[in-house]
């Protein structure tokens, strides 16, 4: 059973920082590309990040390059989002996935599994 796990939101001042986490468990975590999506009230699940199976290529949403920063640790199961600089329009519920294969995507409808998601609020 395929089981992703995020955690380390939490509430934080305007130009502070969180790290976030996902673990996996119950795949072949190294096959995988990961991605970070959010979702605000009243919006829709939004990219944020991707990073493929080795590591080696990532992709951000334009409002969150330069602040996110995505990594993969395969020997851990686990992906990070390490987000500076955070703005109050980064609050949302972050959710990481999971999609087969070498190819990275934005489309959250080519995940293949989602966390349970993990609020992150920045207050002004």
């Known amino acids: 059973q395929v089981q992703l796990v995020d955690s380390g939101g939490g509430l934080v001042q305007r130009g502070g920082s969180l790290r976030l986490s996902c673990s996996a468990s119950?795949?072949?975590?190294?096959?995988?590309?990961m991605g970070w999506f959010r979702q605000a009230p009243g919006k829709e699940r939004e990219f944020v990040a991707v990073?493929?199976?080795?590591?080696?290529?990532?992709f951000y949403l334009g409002s969150v390059k330069g602040r996110f920063s995505i990594s993969r640790d395969n020997a851990k199961n686990a992906v990070y989002l390490q987000m500076n600089s955070l703005k109050p329009e980064d609050t949302a519920v972050y959710y990481c996935?999971?999609?087969?294969?070498?190819?990275?995507?934005?489309?959250?409808?080519?995940?293949?599994?989602w966390g349970q998601g993990t609020q992150v609020t920045v207050s002004s």
């Open positions: 996935a999971a999609k087969k294969g070498a190819i990275t995507t934005r489309s959250p409808k080519l995940y293949d599994y």
């Open positions: 990073i493929n199976h080795s590591g080696g290529t990532t």
């Open positions: 119950g795949l072949t975590f190294s096959t995988y590309a």
